[in-house]
């Protein structure tokens, strides 16, 4: 993503090497921009943002505890705990989305 390439010059970290073409660095999966004299001109990106999210739909959840745990237990674990509906997991992994 091109916000992704907003990197402050000096905090640029190299990903290619000398003469490389700005297409053979974006292929690569890095960021290029020859605008700023004597800092790399392609480099890595910054990281993806993420979050965690408790998925709504119920029948997506992936169980995370045992029957019975009680919801403390199961978010002292890093899960989520929802007492509905039955027949699902009630603790459950959180979902990784990108912001």
């Given at each position: 993503?091109?916000?992704?390439?907003?990197?402050?010059?000096?905090?640029r970290?190299?990903?290619?090497?000398?003469?490389?073409?700005?297409?053979?660095?974006?292929?690569i999966?890095?960021?290029?921009?020859?605008?700023?004299?004597?800092?790399?001109?392609?480099?890595?990106?910054?990281?993806?943002?993420?979050?965690?999210?408790?998925?709504?739909?119920?029948?997506?959840?992936?169980?995370?505890?045992?029957?019975?745990?009680?919801?403390r237990?199961?978010?002292?674990?890093?899960?989520?705990?929802?007492?509905?509906?039955?027949?699902?997991?009630?603790?459950?992994?959180?979902?990784?989305?990108?912001?």
């Amino acid at each position: 993503a091109k916000c992704q390439c907003k990197v402050v010059p000096r905090e640029r970290t190299n990903c290619g090497y000398p003469g490389i073409s700005a297409a053979e660095c974006k292929r690569i999966g890095c960021c290029f921009n020859a605008s700023v004299p004597s800092v790399p001109w392609c480099y890595n990106p910054k990281p993806k943002k993420v979050k965690k999210m408790c998925p709504n739909n119920p029948y997506t959840r992936i169980n995370c505890g045992h029957p019975g745990i009680k919801p403390r237990e199961c978010t002292k674990k890093g899960c989520c705990f929802r007492a509905h509906p039955a027949g699902v997991p009630w603790c459950f992994y959180h979902r990784v989305v990108e912001e």
